[in-house]
């Protein structure tokens, strides 16, 4: 199957079609799309789509990046597409558009009318790949819970606010180094993949976006649970000025409680949360299960 089957909607196609659905985008939703169909098949590039892969994208919206990633699924045996979007006037009219601009390909694709924060296996499957275009202000919860209830999710690439994206991509000693750094660390390696202007989307937004791919990896040896070792990372950066003696106060039930299984993990308790990795979070955490410490 070729790319010329799918045709990409152009800045004209887009505004046509919300014309005619009497829709307006709405800040609500986060609703820019992107009209510029090299911003769209860059992001379909990167997410590198392979035979049998299931491509999830979240927020489809009128399907500019949908058609994209169709081009590289009709390229891949067996790859397949699974869309999931919120606002139901746009669910329903996209496979309308598919069928219209990738008709061959119309059978290797699903669109799910569902809040993507809610989602898991049972309504998406197992995709392997996650491709999207999301709102500013849910991109990083987003991308947790699809990681957290999708294991099989082994990679991707989302765009993003650009402030949002270096968050993502920071690491130890940053000064943009956070929870979303933390976070996103246990289950993902996360890089930087360019920037895009704001010019591309309709409506044009007041923030720039950058793009972030991302490969799975396994989250670090320990003892403690995933939620047990993000606790730790939420008090650590409750309160960002202060020491990890101080921060994690409240958690260990005392600054002295604190003290102690911050030595018992080898930190120091000196430090501050900016200055440790995922790998310490998860030391700090599994030393409330050693002997002698609770």
């Known amino acids: 199957m070729t790319v010329d089957r799918v045709r990409l909607l152009a800045a004209g196609d887009i505004r046509g079609i919300a014309g005619r659905l009497g829709m307006r985008p709405t800040k609500k939703l986060g609703q820019n799309f992107v009209v510029e169909q090299g911003t769209v098949r860059q992001i379909a590039a990167l997410a590198g789509v392979r035979a049998g892969d299931v ?7 009128l399907g500019s990046l949908t058609l994209a990633l169709l081009e590289t699924v009709s390229q891949a045996d067996d790859a397949r597409l699974v869309a999931v979007e919120i606002d139901p006037l746009l669910a329903s009219e996209l496979p ?21 924060m809610r989602v898991g296996a049972a309504e998406v499957g197992a995709p392997t790949v996650l491709a999207a275009n ?23 690439v989302v765009m993003v606010q650009a402030e949002v994206a270096d968050r993502m991509c ?67 950066f409750g309160q ?4 990890l003696r101080a921060a994690l106060a409240g958690w260990a039930g005392s600054a002295t409680g604190a003290e102690l299984l911050l030595r018992a993990a080898g930190i120091d308790p000196g430090e501050r949360g900016e200055a440790l990795a995922i790998e310490d979070f998860a030391r700090i955490a599994a030393a409330r299960h050693a002997p002698g410490t609770k």
Do not use: M
């Open 240 to 243: 960002r000025r202060k020491t």
């Open 134 to 156: 999301l709102p500013y202000n849910v991109a990083v919860p987003v991308v947790l819970h699809l990681l957290a209830e999708l294991p099989s999710l082994a990679r991707g």
């Open 96 to 116: 309308k558009t598919i069928a219209d601009r990738a008709p061959d390909l119309a059978d290797r694709t699903a669109v799910v009318a569902a809040d993507a």
């Open 170 to 236: 920071a690491g130890p000693g940053s000064r943009v180094y956070g929870i979303p750094s933390a976070k996103l660390a246990w289950y993902v390696s996360a890089r930087s993949a360019g920037t895009v202007p704001r010019s591309v989307f309709w409506p044009v937004p007041n923030v720039d976006s950058k793009l972030v791919a991302f490969t799975r990896h396994d989250p670090p040896p320990t003892t403690a649970s995933r939620p047990e070792v993000f606790a730790v990372v939420d008090a650590a």
């Open 55 to 61: 491509v999830l994208e979240v927020g489809p919206g």
